[in-house]
Nanobody, 124 residues
């Protein structure tokens, strides 16, 4: 599956952004979808994931209550709504796909397909 992420940008602390990731090439519902991020000098870290139906969602503790992952299987798109953004949320955000079944892995290596990344910068 090919993934194309978009929606990044510059936002002030406390603001909101919505990232989108469009999938193509394979049946979208064959995949759980995830968002990861990587700040300069840091390893890529898990942000959120959603199972194939959208019925189960997983979040990193650092974003729980502020970020919401969702998907529209009719549009082959996964979203990450980010509210109450903080400067420490600044990173390149990547969407990723995991063939079902998905049991909630947080490890980047378990995701087989990746988008190109979109930069989110949160100013203080």
């Amino acid at each position: 599956v090919q993934l194309q992420a978009s929606g990044g940008g510059l936002v002030q602390a406390g603001g909101s952004l919505r990232l989108s990731c469009a999938a193509s090439g394979r049946t979208f519902t064959m995949y759980a979808m995830g968002w990861f991020r990587q700040a300069p000098g840091n390893e890529r870290e898990f942000v959120a994931a959603i199972n194939w139906s959208g019925g189960t969602r997983y979040y990193a503790d650092s974003v729980k209550g502020r970020f919401t992952i969702s998907r529209d299987n009719a549009k082959n798109t996964v979203y990450l709504q980010m509210n109450s953004l903080k400067p420490e949320d600044t990173a390149v955000y990547y969407c990723a796909a995991h063939r079902v079944p998905y049991s909630g892995s947080y490890y980047p290596d378990d995701f087989g397909s990746w988008g190109q990344g979109t930069l989110v910068t949160v100013s203080s």
